[in-house]
């Protein structure tokens, strides 16, 4: 699971620099996720509305023109990466406790 989402974090984020012509070391605000919840399709410039709920549970959204699948950056935030990270320990407690059960 873990590495599932560190390559789903690690290509979002070179797609997003290549995007946006950002260095990877850039420091990209939080709230520029909140600001403008939405990204511009790169095939047909489409906007795409994106929520927090994509970038911690979906991970990719698809361009409702031309149904290109776009991984979302969950590096643009902090909190995100955080809430995932959280989200991860759930998983790990879930399939502990379920172990737990089932021994
Ligand atoms: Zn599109």
């Not at 520029?32 to 994509?54: K, M, N």
């Amino acid at each position: 699971m873990t590495q599932f989402f560190r390559r789903i974090i690690t290509s979002i984020s070179i797609w997003w620099n290549r995007l946006l012509g950002r260095q990877p070391e850039e420091t990209i605000p939080v709230v520029e996720v909140s600001r403008d919840p939405g990204l511009r399709c790169p095939e047909c410039a489409t906007h795409i509305h994106v929520t927090i709920a994509d970038l911690l549970y979906v991970g990719s959204v698809v361009c409702p023109t031309c149904h290109l699948v776009l991984e979302v950056d969950k590096e643009r935030s902090h909190g995100a990466i955080d809430a995932l990270a959280k989200l991860e320990a759930a998983h790990e407690q879930a399939r502990a406790v379920s172990n737990g059960l089932r021994a």
